[in-house]
């Protein structure tokens, strides 16, 4: 079975750091792009980025540019979103999910994040 | 980048009722188009993909059209399962955005 599985639940202060992982299972990892949307308490999907585990080309949406670092570890089948110094805006579930082509066919449960101090 | 919009943005419906979400593009995305279903509390799942291709294991109630600018996402006859938001997202060019959402409620 194709599976993505989220790490856990993160509750974070302003300014710190944070990485949350994306492990996929039962497929080739390194033969799908793999992607991460945002979505922020009661509001709609946005897509932040997408990253090819087999040589790890990433490309981001303008808006998340330089807001935030997506990166694999092909050796573990692990994805990684990653943020230096956290917003209490970066506050949503964040989620990955295996590119087929272009489209999402498989998501993650996500991953709460919530900054607050 | 390219602004989809989906309108309406709740709907009311009936079970048994047959519905349409239509989804519109700020510029042409040919037939790369893909629906999307999330339920509270849920991660959103594949419906349809390539304007019209329906995702194995999607109940064939569900259908997708439209091509260039105009799309719709068609329930042929709602189940109580079917309440849901519905996304539409375009993987034309980068960055593959999203509509805003349409939220389908029991009348």
């Known amino acids: 079975e194709v599976q993505l599985v989220q790490s856990g639940a993160e509750v974070k202060k302003p300014g710190e750091s944070l990485k949350i992982s994306c492990k996929g299972s039962?497929?080739?990892?390194?033969?799908?792009?793999i992607g991460w949307v945002r979505q922020m308490p009661g509001k709609g999907l946005e897509w932040m980025g997408i990253?090819?585990?087999?040589?790890?080309?990433?490309r981001y949406s303008p808006s998340f540019q330089g807001q935030v670092t997506i990166s694999a570890d092909k050796s573990i089948s692990t994805a990684y979103l990653q943020w230096s110094s956290l917003k209490a805006s970066d506050t949503a579930m964040y989620y990955c999910?295996?590119?087929?082509?272009?489209?999402?066919?498989?998501w993650g449960k996500g991953t709460t994040v919530t900054v607050s101090s | 980048d390219i602004q989809m919009t989906q309108s309406p943005s709740t709907l009311s419906a009936s079970v048994g009722d047959r519905v349409t979400i239509t989804c519109r593009a700020s510029?042409?995305?040919?037939?790369?188009l893909a629906w999307y279903q999330q339920k509270p509390g849920k991660a959103p799942k594949l419906l349809i993909y390539k304007a019209s291709s329906l995702e194995s294991g999607v109940p064939s109630r569900f259908s997708g059209s439209g091509s260039g600018t105009e799309f719709t996402l068609t329930i042929s006859s709602l189940q109580p399962d079917d309440f849901a938001t519905y996304h539409c997202?375009?993987?034309?060019?980068?960055?593959?955005?999203f509509g805003q959402g349409t939220k389908l409620e029991i009348k």
């Open positions: 510029q042409s995305i040919s037939r790369w």
């Open positions: 990253i090819y585990p087999g040589d790890s080309d990433t």
């Open positions: 039962g497929y080739s990892f390194t033969s799908y792009w």
């Open positions: 999910a295996r590119l087929e082509g272009y489209y999402m066919d498989v």
């Open positions: 997202q375009q993987y034309n060019s980068y960055p593959y955005t």
